[in-house]
């Protein structure tokens, strides 16, 4: 059946309409910076914050000593807070205001690599941590063969663990290795706060990792405050 003219005409009104209107109401409930600043600032999400670092500690030291053979160098965190944003006619993201801190703890490590990664395995095992992702050594000897040593990057892991509510990430990485640095976090929207303390890979290797063949992070976050959008 045909439609007429007219009633198209209609109908791509009233689509149009209902389309405008559903975005001004998804800015208009958007998150403002002021608002979203003062609570990320507030003293309970501070709170929230000072809880989720004693957690994040209290796992990485867990996990971290059961690995004797590390020898911890530095230590990073980043502490950030950002508002949810809308994205024109893409759907807006999940959340108002979501708060995140993650600790990377970087060790210098030497000797033979697969030593080092059973330790690895042990204590990871030894704490109660599941492997959610990432190439186990066995499935890369399969693969490979013993002549691996350049492909560390795929060794990379993310674990879980029942009762913690972030994840444990551990890398590795070795001197002749491309390292990035990422630069800080910037106090820019959507950010609406930030504590960063980065660590300079460069300088580590040119000190306090000069002599080790290896180096591994172990690495954790977690989201402490996180506010839905109003469905």
Known sequence: MLVPMASLRRIRLV????????????????????????????????????????????????????MPALRLVATSTSDSCRAGE??????????????????????????DLREL????DRGTTTVGLIKVSGETLENLEARYGADYEELLVLLGMTFGRPGYDGQVHIRYSQVSGRRTNYPPVELR??????DD????????????????RYL?????????????WPS
Do not use: N
């Not at 800015?27 to 507030?42: F, G, I």
């Not at 003293?43 to 030291?61: F, H, K």
């Not at 980065?198 to 990792?209: E, I, Q, R, Y």
């Open 15 to 66: 689509v149009a309409a209902a389309l405008v209107l559903a975005l001004a109401a998804c800015e208009s409930d958007a998150p403002k910076p002021r608002e979203s600043a003062e609570e990320a600032r507030s003293a309970a999400v501070r709170q929230a914050g000072t809880v989720a670092a004693a957690q994040i500690d209290g796992m990485l030291d867990s996990t971290t000593r059961q």
């Open 86 to 111: 809308t994205q024109g006619t893409f759907p807006h993201d999940t959340y108002r205001l979501r708060c995140a801190r993650t600790e990377t703890r970087y060790f210098g490590a030497g000797g």
């Open 117 to 120: 990664l059973r330790m690895v």
């Open 189 to 194: 929207w959507p950010v609406v706060y930030h």
């Open 197 to 212: 303390h980065p660590v300079d890979l460069d300088a580590l290797w040119s000190g306090p990792l000069r002599g080790h």
């Open 216 to 228: 591994v992070t172990v690495s954790s976050t977690t989201t402490y405050h996180e506010v839905p």
